[in-house]
Nanobody, 123 residues
Framework: VQLQASGGGLVQAGGSLRLSCAASGRPFSNYVMGWFRQAPGKEREFVAAINWSGRSTYYADSVKGRFSISRDNAASTVYLQTNSLKLEDTAVYYC?????????????????WGQGTLVTVSS
């Protein structure tokens, strides 16, 4: 699976961005999809994940209530709507695909990764 993330940019605190991740190469609906992020000098961390059908979603406590993950299997795309952005949300955001949901909150649980898109939140 090839993943292409987009939608990052510079936004003021309190603003919103919609990140997209387009998949190609294998049936998209076979994969659990996740978003991770990595801030400068920090380790990559889990942000959100969504199961095959889209009926189950999972969030890190730090983004719960502000971010929303969704997917369009017909378009082979997963989205991350980010609202009420904070300075600490600044990071490179990565999308990833997993063949199982055993460890969807762990980066090791994912098989394929996109190249990342930078989100910068300014004051």
């Amino acid at each position: 699976v090839q993943l292409q993330a987009s939608g990052g940019g510079l936004v003021q605190a309190g603003g919103s961005l919609r990140l997209s991740c387009a998949a190609s190469g294998r049936p998209f609906s076979n994969y659990v999809m996740g978003w991770f992020r990595q801030a400068p000098g920090k380790e990559r961390e889990f942000v959100a994940a969504i199961n095959w059908s889209g009926r189950s979603t999972y969030y890190a406590d730090s983004v719960k209530g502000r971010f929303s993950i969704s997917r369009d299997n017909a378009a082979s795309t997963v989205y991350l709507q980010t609202n009420s952005l904070k300075l600490e949300d600044t990071a490179v955001y990565y999308c990833a695909a997993a063949g199982s949901s055993w460890r969807l909150r762990e980066s090791d649980g994912y098989d394929y990764w996109g190249q990342g898109t930078l989100v910068t939140v300014s004051s």
